[in-house]
């Protein structure tokens, strides 16, 4: 997700009453909520980022030194504020082990709601290179901005204002998120088990399919399949239901080339380690490899690479 969204879900938790266990509490949620994203400096490399992207700093080992290392530094800070007397003197006391398990629950949250979403995470690493897929919620979903949003802004404002009921709008925040989530992630799975149903009707098996869902229309999907040789698509409607399209194209990663400049290219080793429906089109003279789930006007020039 992108990283208003992982620090809303850090300010939320605070806000619920997490951030009453230590002093710096709330800080430390909202860091930690995003400090998996140290990675983001991989992205100078274009395409090549694509595999090193959302891997070892999103899995197991970084899940338990990255809260390590965020409590050291903000115990540190405090302490240094101590020494030169610019500590807030509101603030209570910050204990290292109740800082350690907000930085804990924090980081954890990063990669639960990365994995929502269709790009992928490779929840495993370093001791395994698979990536996961959610496919249930928009990389940015407006909804979620708006429901935690407001519930920070009520909670902040009761808490300034010394009401006991502070803690409720966060709380109410999570349940509702929750039942959003819940619900994005059930539509995601009925929509790719009725269309892998209406496939194999059609006497196509062995398909992969994924369901996408669009920004801010969160009860509509876009329908992606493939088989070895061909690929189509189709859309989902709640109100509607599933379309499919009747159109097929061959996939092309047959193609020799391809392996070719696999073994010859970073780029290209790096999109097809990323890419979960890769195939090759020509355009303009030009051959490209493109990924089923990012081939539109929008997204294709950053998730595309070209081969001679």
């Known amino acids: 997700m992108d990283n208003l969204t992982h620090s809303l879900v850090g300010a939320v938790l605070g806000q619920a009453g997490l951030k009453r266990l230590s002093g710096l509490g709330l800080p430390t ?6 400090i998996p994203d140290i990675d983001a400096g991989c992205t100078v490399y274009g395409i090549e980022s694509l595999a090193m992207r959302r891997g070892l700093t999103h899995g197991p080992i ?37 800082l350690f398990l907000l930085a804990l629950i924090g980081t954890l949250s ?34 979620m901005w708006l429901g935690l949003g407001t519930a920070v802004w009520l909670s902040r404002k009761r808490e300034k204002a010394k009401q006991s009921s502070w803690m409720r709008p966060a709380r109410a925040a999570i349940a ?9 992630i059930g539509l995601t799975w009925h929509v790719e088990a009725k269309a892998s149903k209406e496939l194999a009707v059609a006497g196509v098996t062995k398909t992969l399919v994924v369901a996408s869902p669009p920004p ?13 040789r061909v690929m189509g698509g189709g859309h989902y409607d709640l109100f509607s239901g599933l379309t499919m399209d009747p159109k097929r194209t061959k996939l092309g990663m ?19 380690f990323w890419s979960r429906m890769p195939f090759l089109v020509k355009e303009d ?14 997204t294709r020039d950053r998730f595309t690479v070209a081969i001679d």
Do not use: C
């Open 176 to 184: 509702v998120v929750g039942a959003y989530l819940a619900f994005n």
């Open 254 to 272: 047959d193609d020799p080339r391809i392996a070719m400049a696999r073994a010859e290219r970073a780029d290209v080793a790096a999109f097809l």
């Open 62 to 98: 970084a899940m338990l030194l990255l809260p390590v290392l965020l409590t050291g530094a903000m115990v540190a800070w405090d302490r240094w504020q101590a020494k030169r007397g610019s500590r807030p003197v509101d603030r209570p006391e910050v204990k290292p082990l109740a």
């Open 110 to 143: 990063h990669p639960a709601f990365d994995w929502l979403n269709n790009y992928g995470i490779r929840l495993l690493e370093p001791f395994s290179h698979q990536w996961f897929y959610g496919d249930s919620i928009f990389i940015i979903d407006l909804w």
């Open 285 to 298: 003279g030009v051959l490209r490899i493109s990924d089923q789930r990012f081939d539109n006007p929008v």
């Open 29 to 34: 949620l909202i860091i930690a909520a995003n």
């Open 216 to 228: 801010v229309m969160f009860w509509k999907r876009g329908v992606f399949w493939r088989d070895a």
